[in-house]
């Protein structure tokens, strides 16, 4: 498909804030919860700093301003109008297959898998970002074999964003103390390719003993069959 950007679509939200960057370019659309049909309602918009967002409305999509390449812009919180829906989506670096949907604190995390990548030597697109949308500071540890790497989202306001460059080969691991939302950039023939990665908290302990103690063949009994029949009695004679 050449340079174009794909990203999953997320249910609508409708009353509940959803969060996300603004990269190169970030938009958003606000819409009847019902019909569907597209309204001029503006969202709330609230971006790193504890500021309201630049927004400019063209046709039906809300741009959102502030953008800097590969998620170098701030972290945004959105809140739709009431009674309305809205979803929103960013791309990273311009050269497609690297754009990501808002999303809400119920798809946020703190456990987190980062797995081999086939990353390049250009460190400016290797990256990982971190996003909390906690008002207190966020610590977290990123692990790459035996090196840990900490860091603090300390600022007092929502939504906050850390930006690491990860020119690693390693798979690694996340853990934070508070919920996160994470973009991870991995490059295959110089386009970017960034996701939401998912928490491993619940099946991490299930993988890590399945991979000491894997499964083994129970042994095949050999089946059993029950007699057909009852044996056969020869007749008896009295006496006469």
């Known amino acids: 498909f ?4 794909y990203v999953t679509l997320e249910p ?3 009353d509940e804030s959803i969060y996300g960057w603004v ?3 970030a938009r958003a659309a606000v819409v009847e919860c019902d019909t569907l049909e597209a309204v001029a309602d503006e969202p709330v918009c609230t971006t790193s700093g504890g500021t309201s967002c630049l927004l400019t409305k063209g046709g039906d999509i809300w741009s959102i301003g502030d953008s800097a390449r590969s998620y170098a812009g701030p972290s945004i919180k ?3 109008p009431a009674g309305k829906c809205m979803s929103a989506f960013t791309a990273g670096d311009g050269d497609g297959s690297e754009a990501t949907t808002f999303l809400s604190k119920s798809k946020f995390g703190r456990n987190f898998l980062i797995p081999i990548g ?3 030597s250009d460190s400016t697109r290797n990256f990982i970002a971190v996003l909390s949308a906690s008002v207190d500071p966020v610590n977290c540890v990123l692990t790459s074999g035996n090196s840990n790497s900490d860091f603090t989202l300390d600022t007092n306001f929502e939504p906050k964003t850390k930006l690491l460059a990860n020119p690693s080969t390693d798979e690694q691991t996340l853990t934070c103390d508070g919920d996160v939302l994470v ?4 490059q295959r023939n110089f386009e970017g390719h960034l996701f939401p990665l998912f928490n491993v908290a619940e099946w991490q302990p299930l993988k890590e003993t399945c991979i000491t103690n894997p499964p083994t063949s129970s042994p095949t009994s050999e089946p059993t069959t029950s007699p057909t029949s009852s044996p056969t009695l020869e007749p008896t004679t009295s006496p006469t």
Do not use: E, K, Y
């Open 12 to 14: 609508l939200s409708q």
């Open 23 to 25: 990269s190169t370019s």
């Open 78 to 80: 959105l809140t739709p």
């Open 2 to 5: 050449g340079d174009i950007d």
């Open 183 to 186: 973009v991870a950039n991995f």
């Open 118 to 120: 086939s990353l390049q």
